[in-house]
């Protein structure tokens, strides 16, 4: 494991190989104009890559570690259906 004040130390080709050999994509992407950012866990904090829409290619990383940095993601998570009470256990 690697905290995040040593990840941060490192160049941003070191970054990635961590985050693609240790992460755990999110699949959560959100979009502006001219960027695509996808969301990884990484140990006990977070890391976005940020892509070129146009290009599809990575332009860099950034990791944060508060839960705040979430914010832009929640509303991309689907909650339809998590509350639901299925009829079909042993108590109905």
Do not use: C
């Not at 941060?8 to 502006?32: N, P, Y």
């Amino acid at each position: 494991m690697i905290s995040f004040n040593e990840y941060q130390s490192l160049g941003q080709t070191r970054k990635a190989g961590i985050l693609f050999s240790h992460g755990v994509d999110m699949e959560l992407v959100r979009e502006t104009p001219r960027l695509k950012i996808e969301l990884f866990s990484l140990f006990d904090f977070y890391v976005e890559i940020f892509y070129d829409r146009f290009t599809d290619d990575p332009l860099f990383l950034q990791a944060f570690g508060h839960s705040e940095g979430l914010d832009p993601y929640l509303q991309l998570i689907n909650i339809d259906g998590a509350f639901e009470i299925k009829n079909d256990g042993p108590w109905t």
